[in-house]
């Protein structure tokens, strides 16, 4: 645990460089190749804390006494992206993406697909931004009344993508599985998508709302019981 406080200490000293102050944070994330007029004080804050604790995953692995499996060791010792502006669009989308959970506006949604659209243009490479907008579109597909039929597809060759760049991005398979369910109404399928996700991130409790929903429209109510308890 100290070794996690230290970590953070670290980001937040390496923010504060040149002073303490909004702008004065905001810099040291625009060394990182971030624009001004895309990054608020707390986008800084996390890409910063986020950027320090990949670079020191090991020690807090040690410190907590975790044993990583050699995927959850890559995972967390990797950046999802080096690209400090693509980050910061991909952190506005997270952004969004919440309210529009919480609200179900189609303009909340709207806005985090555009701001996830945008991150990929600043690095094609980032398997997380294509993940996080196919599942923001399926979902919107799913909450939204008006729904378009290009939607679902949409989110399937976003699904495509994230796999394609990053197969073992738990992420990229979570997506998959409610593309699936929301857009294809594929039980079945959704739920291996779902166990693909658990067994790379075991300890997610988003992979497990979704493999316990699963379970339940199959009929497996012990099973999904057990899901919704992890």
Do not use: C
């Not at 804390?49 to 967390?76: C, F, S, W």
């Not at 919440?98 to 701001?115: K, P």
């Not at 979570?174 to 996700?197: E, I, M, N, P, V």
Request: proline residues 3%; without cysteine; hydrophobic residues 45%.
């Amino acid at each position: 645990v100290r070794e996690l406080e230290h970590v953070i200490e670290r980001a937040s000293l390496l923010a504060a460089t040149v002073a303490i102050g909004p702008d004065d944070l905001m810099l040291r994330a625009r060394a990182d190749g971030a624009r001004r007029e895309d990054m608020t004080r707390e986008h800084a804050e996390r890409y910063l804390i986020e950027r320090a604790l990949a670079a020191h995953a090991g020690n807090v692995a040690d410190a907590l006494k975790a044993t990583l499996t050699p995927v959850e060791a890559t995972r967390i010792s990797t950046a999802p992206t080096q690209n400090g502006q693509a980050y910061l669009l991909f952190l506005k989308g997270q952004d969004y993406q919440h309210r529009a959970t919480a609200s179900f506006l189609d303009s909340e949604y709207v806005a985090a697909i555009d701001f996830y659209r945008q991150a990929p243009q600043a690095d094609p490479k980032f398997a997380l931004a294509f993940a996080e907008m196919a599942l923001t579109q399926a979902q919107r597909s799913h909450f939204i009344g008006n729904a378009q039929p290009g939607w679902v597809a949409e989110a399937g060759g976003w699904v495509d993508q994230a796999l394609a760049l990053a197969p073992d991005l738990a992420e990229a398979h979570l997506a998959q599985g409610y593309y699936r369910y929301y857009g294809q109404h594929d039980l079945k399928g959704a739920l291996q998508a779902f166990q693909a996700a658990q067994k790379l991130k075991p300890q997610d409790a988003d992979i497990y709302l979704g493999l316990g929903t699963i379970e339940k429209h199959l009929g497996d109510v012990k099973a999904a019981v057990a899901a919704y308890r992890r």
